[in-house]
Nanobody
Framework: QVQLVESGGGSVQAGGSLRLSCTAS????????MAWFRQAPGLEREFVAA????????TYADSVKGRFTITRDNAKNTVYVQMDSLKAEDTAIYYC???????????WGQGTQVTVSS
């Protein structure tokens, strides 16, 4: 069992930055791969970014490429997403996810709200 706790959400004006954190506890193997997803009101949850255990493999949604950066610190059991040049359309609840295989996630956090005002 893995527990994921997100933090760092909040309100920011367009063009601003936020950094979200997600700290994991439990079976290490279950958070080999870490990812961020988001869900805006009335829309389905969508993939944002992912990173493997060693951090040498990352992938991003086209909508955030060049603006968001995912990193991890395994010594702190934490994954981050640095979000720069935020846009109003980035407003959503952001969820952290983990899994034993890159691209497959079966553990989820409770989510943290990000609101970007234009």
């Amino acid at each position: 069992q893995v527990q994921l706790v997100e933090s760092g959400g909040g309100s920011v004006q367009a063009g601003g930055s936020l950094r979200l954190s997600c700290t994991a506890s439990g079976r290490t193997r279950s958070w080999y791969a870490m990812a961020w997803f988001r869900q805006a009101p009335g829309l389905e949850r969508e993939f944002v970014a992912a990173i493997n255990w060693s951090g040498d493999k990352t992938t991003y949604a086209d909508s955030v490429k060049g603006r968001f950066t995912i990193t991890r610190d395994n010594a702190k059991n934490t994954v981050y997403v640095q979000m720069d040049s935020l846009k109003a359309e980035d407003t959503a609840i952001y969820y952290c996810a983990s899994g034993g295989v890159f691209g497959m996630y079966d553990n989820w956090g409770q989510g943290t709200q990000v609101t970007v005002s234009s």
